[in-house]
């Protein structure tokens, strides 16, 4: 199954594109196809990806290094399913403000990542409420 990539928008100087891709080792390359065929020209400052289905004890993150961009991540440690990935330009500084995933996995997810803007700063929060499995 080939997912399909929305219309980046424009947020505060910001373009963003946001996807659920139901895991990133499915279609990382998918990812990388979509940035070289529509991002020719850095159009896309922020990819934000959720249910990226990434576990730490199972996959690298090296692996899914996009060039131009830095990688933040928020995985689940217990459990199948959720997970974060914000890909960030290398243009815009930027700083992970927060990430508890690891503090209230069962309940809640998210990671906030402060953005500078020219002279303002934009923070982006991609958060999952979750259930508890068990």
Not at 17 to 32: A, G, M, Q, R, Y
Not at 100 to 124: C, H, N, P, T, W
Request: proline share 1%; charged share 20%.
């Amino acid at each position: 199954m080939k997912v399909e990539f929305g219309k980046a928008i424009e947020i505060y100087g910001l373009s963003i594109i946001h996807l659920n891709c139901t895991s990133l080792v499915k279609h990382f390359d998918e990812l990388k196809d979509f940035l070289i065929n529509n991002n020719s020209n850095n159009k896309v400052d922020v990819i934000a990806l959720s249910e990226t289905w990434l576990m730490p004890s199972k996959h690298e993150l090296s692996d899914f290094v996009l060039d131009k961009y830095s990688l933040n991540t928020s995985s689940r440690n217990s459990q199948t399913g959720g997970g974060f990935a914000i890909y960030v330009n290398n243009g815009f500084n930027q700083k992970v403000m927060c990430n508890i995933s690891k503090v209230i996995e069962y309940f809640m997810q998210f990671i906030l990542i402060g953005i500078a803007v020219k002279i303002d700063r934009f923070e982006l929060v991609v958060c999952l409420n979750s259930s508890v499995k068990q």
